[in-house]
């Protein structure tokens, strides 16, 4: 294999190309920004994405799809949660069956509730021989096209596949596991959004450290009870696409949905966050369909709804943290406490 396409120039699908060009593959790069290829082409930069990262000389962007997809082996899809059915509806007849598969999006399809990988496969299928891999973990683009050492990992139904995947982007600074949890991996990508936001939400309120750990331990737990009921294995949220990537999206400077949740959490509405986010911040259509998730299997996900709330609700964000905090009292680790009759 010696071309590969990445759909999807926004700031991860630019670091995911690198990465391979990096690594000797003629990389196509497929944006919808005719000003954002010619910049690529001609300066070899991204500067609305990842200002001051010079892109390798065997990436070459394009409006085309079809011409992004000719005669590629890999294609790596990462575009916006909200898109990713038109594409895969626009790449049908475009790829061979052959054709490996990647989709490094994260999030949860509006109406269907859908991981992103069952939408590629609602449109790819049954032309695909293999199965769609996910790519995912903590891995913030502005770093990664920096080469700073970074580890994430590869899930698939296919071992054979997600080892081919980890060979084909593994590198010196780029670290790739792989997974056969492909629902536990896509649902800790998407899921940890959420749990940003409202870390974001106490950030803007002045809140402290304490805060921040009290939200990224109770939002894996509900990520990881949410999890379990959609059928993932619960381990998958110990590792890199659960608590690894749920701490760098809470923690990080880069995370877009902790920086619109601090938008929220100082007064703005949804509305004028958003107006100010230049980059898409998942987290907000992800929160309305993990809502209705865990409502039609009754999970209980106190932090998720109180997120939803303030949302799209127009909760108070301080009232929804003393919602929180003045919720029934209940044991931490409540599947250990059921077990120990005698506790």
């Known amino acids: 294999m010696e071309k590969v396409a990445v759909i999807g120039g926004g ?38 994405y990842l200002p001051g990262v010079k892109f390798p000389d065997n990436i070459t962007a394009t409006t085309d799809l079809e011409e992004a997809v000719k005669d590629v082996g890999l294609v790596v899809v990462v575009v916006p949660s909200h898109v990713i059915r038109e594409v895969a509806k626009e790449l049908k007849g475009l790829i061979s069956a052959d054709t490996l598969v990647v989709s490094a999006t994260k999030g949860i399809e509006d109406k269907t509730y859908h991981r992103m990988s069952e939408v590629l496969k609602d449109e790819l299928r049954p032309e695909l021989h293999d199965d769609i891999a996910v790519l995912s973990g903590p891995s913030h683009a502005e770093e990664v096209s920096r080469g700073i050492p970074t580890t994430v990992v590869v899930a698939s139904q296919s071992r054979q596949l997600a080892e081919r995947i980890q060979d084909i982007f593994m590198s010196d600074t780029f670290r790739v596991y792989t997974n056969p949890d492909i629902v536990g991996v896509e649902l800790g990508g998407a899921l940890k959004n959420i749990i940003a936001i409202a ?6 309120l002045g ?43 809470c923690a990080s400077q880069h995370s877009r949905n902790r920086r619109l949740g601090t ?81």
Not at 331 to 340: A, D, F, G, L, T
């Open 199 to 204: 870390a974001g939400i106490a950030d803007g």
């Open 263 to 343: 938008k929220i959490g100082s007064g703005k509405s949804l509305e004028e966050a958003l107006d100010e986010m230049v980059m898409v911040a998942e987290g907000v259509r992800t929160a309305k369909a993990a809502y209705h998730l865990a409502r039609d299997r009754q999970v209980e996900v106190p932090i998720i709804n109180k997120a939803y709330e303030v949302l799209f609700k127009g909760k108070d964000p301080q009232q929804g943290v003393n919602e929180l905090m003045q919720r029934g009292k209940k044991h931490e680790i409540e599947e250990v406490v059921s077990n120990k009759d005698n506790w």
């Open 11 to 48: 700031s991860w699908g630019s670091a995911l190309a690198i990465v391979l060009a990096q690594n000797g593959y003629q990389v196509n790069l497929r944006d919808i920004s005719p000003e954002q290829v010619e910049e690529i082409n001609d300066k070899r930069s991204n500067n609305n």
């Open 207 to 249: 809140y402290g450290d304490n805060t921040q750990a009290a939200l990224i331990t109770r939002g894996l737990t509900e990520i990881k009870r949410l999890g379990i009921a959609l059928g993932a294995d619960p381990m998958t949220f110990a590792g890199l696409s659960g608590m690894g990537d749920l701490v760098v999206t």
